[in-house]
């Protein structure tokens, strides 16, 4: 395994997440359910799925369907307040062209209340994927099409993939694992400002690599033909160069392998 060390001092990082945050006492009560949807995916190209705070899981299948499970966890001031609104809350999948758009929906008296989904997904492979949430993971498996996937707060682990992907996060590591015979030529970009990056591509890769980090190190099990000198960042080829590969992050260590 080859090295290239970009630590040039000492820097230590505390982050303080989730105890930054100030909610007080006032919405300890909770209230939780859980929703079932089912919509037929042969017309489908792609899947939306946004959420604002929670988790998104998808995984896929052979079955020409989307199943959704949505986790809605409310909390309020009371109990009572709590349970009336978590059964207020709506989850929505509703197609605009031929992409699915999967959210929950507030209902308007919900006011300073906190609200939580998380959604676990099953959806053909074939299906382009953009999802978004502010604070929590996205885990993607298994697909063979597009990927997009962006948390502020969070981390992103892809595995399985086949085709394109935009992976990007404010604090949380990403992993993107390309199956062993996937395309060699891919457009791929990650970027995390803090937390490290762990790429894995196809056995024949070629791809035109940029990787910068501040605080951290790189790796690599590739072979790469270094253009340039080597600072904060690195260019490199890999194979014929045909595809375009981009890692950044701020503080923390990049893997190529």
Known sequence: ????????TLVLVTLFVGCCINVGDDYRAKAQRSEDL??????????DVRTNVGTITLDSTDIAEVRILAEITVK???????EALVEQVRIVA??????LIVKAEKPSNFGRNQLAVDFHITAPARLALDCTTNVGDIRIAGFADRVT????VGTIRCADLRGDADLRTNVGDIEATYTADAPAALAV??????GNIDFAGPDRMSA???ASVNVGSIDTERPLTV????????KATIGDAEGNITLRTNVGSIRIR
């Open 189 to 194: 970009s990650a970027t995390t400002n803090v």
């Open 38 to 47: 089912t919509v037929p995916a042969a017309d489908l190209a792609a899947l």
């Open 76 to 82: 309020a001031k009371t109990v009572e307040e709590a």
């Open 149 to 152: 996937a962006k948390t502020d």
């Open 94 to 99: 509703e197609p605009s062209g031929r992409t």
């Open 227 to 234: 253009t340039g000198p080597i600072k904060q960042s690195i």
């Open 1 to 8: 395994m080859a090295r290239i060390s970009l630590v040039g």
């Open 208 to 210: 035109r690599l940029g």
